[in-house]
């Protein structure tokens, strides 16, 4: 193993992912590399913050709708007893049975349609649970790469941000904890600084103030990032002063 080698082994280390051979190997490097110990020490703080941004609370309605779903699974059909006793009642008892049938059927369509309402529900649910699983997989990629940098900075309000950049996989993560909620109807906006231009760079949740977002697009010659205030859905262009800039890592 090379001291290149060892340079490179922040991110991996930082996320428990190295043999125990390499990791002691890096643990002996780190007493001598100023660098690399404090770039383990904010990737380490980037992977704890990492849980917070993907946790998510099951809805409190859920366990009632899975009740109430039960209530509405096919039970087996009458057995030939039952159809026996049906032909012995008189032609006025058949009259309200099949009045009885038809209230039943109503009844039926009506809640197979709350069946089919909850099940798009569940199924809406399931597609943002796979959407969440597979950024969150992304957002590790990123900070595991060998070649992963990091820089940290304070931001307005106490708030405390950290890009991570991977120019080999061309991706950047921003890791922010403590973030003020924007004004009503706004949204923070990230933004790739490809030499004073501006690119859109996804949306941050406004609802969270510790949260690890997967820059939206590649890295490709973008040398820094910036946050703005923009409209709630986001905009093309910036419409607001930054309230942070960053500069990646080199």
């Known amino acids: ?5 060892l340079h490179r082994l922040t991110g991996a280390y930082a996320l428990h992912a190295l043999p125990e051979e390499e990791s002691t190997a890096f643990e002996r490097h780190l007493a001598g590399c100023e660098p690399c110990a404090q770039e383990t020490a904010e990737l380490s703080a980037t992977a704890a913050r990492l849980g917070l941004a993907v946790a998510s609370t099951p809805p409190a309605a859920l366990r009632e709708q899975v009740l109430h779903r039960i ?3 096919r039970q087996e059909t009458p057995g030939r007893q039952l159809q026996s006793r049906i032909a012995r009642v008189g032609p006025r008892t058949r009259a309200l049975s099949r009045w009885a049938l038809a209230a039943c059927l109503a009844a039926a369509t009506a809640l197979g349609g709350t069946a089919i309402w909850q099940h798009q529900r569940a199924e809406d649910a399931r597609d943002q ?4 699983a597979q950024a969150a997989d992304e957002i590790a990629a990123v900070l595991a790469a060998p070649d992963a940098r990091t820089r940290a900075a304070g931001l307005a309000g106490g708030a405390t941000g950290t890009v991570v950049v991977s120019r080999d996989r061309d991706r950047a993560v921003f890791v922010v904890s403590g973030m003020a909620r924007p004004p009503g109807g706004k949204v923070y906006q990230l933004w790739f600084d490809d ?7 996804g949306l941050m949740n406004p609802d969270r103030a ?20 923009e409209p709630d859905g986001g905009s093309q262009h910036p419409t607001s002063a930054p309230v942070a800039l960053m500069t990646f890592p080199s």
């Open 1 to 5: 193993m090379t001291t290149v080698d």
């Open 71 to 73: 209530t509405a699974v």
């Open 129 to 132: 649970a796979q959407r969440a």
């Open 195 to 201: 030499a004073g231009t501006m690119r859109p760079a």
């Open 210 to 229: 510790d949260q690890a977002v997967l820059l939206r697009g590649g890295v490709d010659s973008a040398s820094g990032m910036g946050i703005t205030v």
